[in-house]
């Protein structure tokens, strides 16, 4: 199986920022060249933060953008996220019966749960008990091979700053019981702190990576501000099949030129 992870779109309109004033390009393009190189992927999951602010004219924009992709999407959402607007708005949204934009999508490889971390007003993340119930029932009834897919990592990461707006420490917990009790999760992937990072929590792989606007920079040290830095975008290409997954991290912007280094016969 190949499958696209893209995250933190942060698309805008009519935002003079530099940092947002190119995030719509840079998805198109990213978007461009999945689509020319990797068109063949299963599926791409979007972990959320979307747009940039929620506004319907923002939603409008990304929803034009993500149609773009010649593979299936699935998207969900981030602390810059709005859910009312997200439904209303986005094809790759769907809503479960207690209203959280939640998924269970078979695959080739398994189960994918893509989970709703939204909490309204903060940035950081949430897992209610209603949410946690979805999870605990579709592992339940699943005993093969499940991919997690969250936009807070349940877990600090050492980034300091975005650790404090990470998911709610108790909600983390429980989780990760839940997906320990149930033994199959073949990875977790993630999104909200714009660097590539991947390791092992509660015996799982993860991985994250950049996203379409400014990165954050490797500080483990500032806890009350985030620290920003100019990195390449990047998506994730993941390649899985019965005896590994690979996550190859693409810096995609890095091959808009092309500069000879010389002969290499010297």
Known sequence: MKLIHLTDLHIAVNRPEPALAGTADRTRQAIAEINALHGDAELCIITGDIVADPDPASYDLAQDIISELSMPTVGLLGNHDDRDMARRQLSCVAE?????????????????????????????????????EWVSQHLSAHPGPVWIFMHHAPFATGLAAMDSIGLDRDAANKLGDLLTKHGNVAHLFFGHYHRPMSGVWRGIPFSSHRSMMLQCALDLVTEHEVNAIYEEPQYAVVLADDERTVVHYHDFAANAVRVSMGSASG
């Open 96 to 132: 479960t019966s207690d209203g959280f934009l939640q998924q269970a999508i078979p695959t080739s490889r398994g189960l994918f749960l893509t989970l709703d971390t939204l909490a309204e007003g903060t940035h950081a993340g949430m897992l209610c008990d209603k949410r946690l």
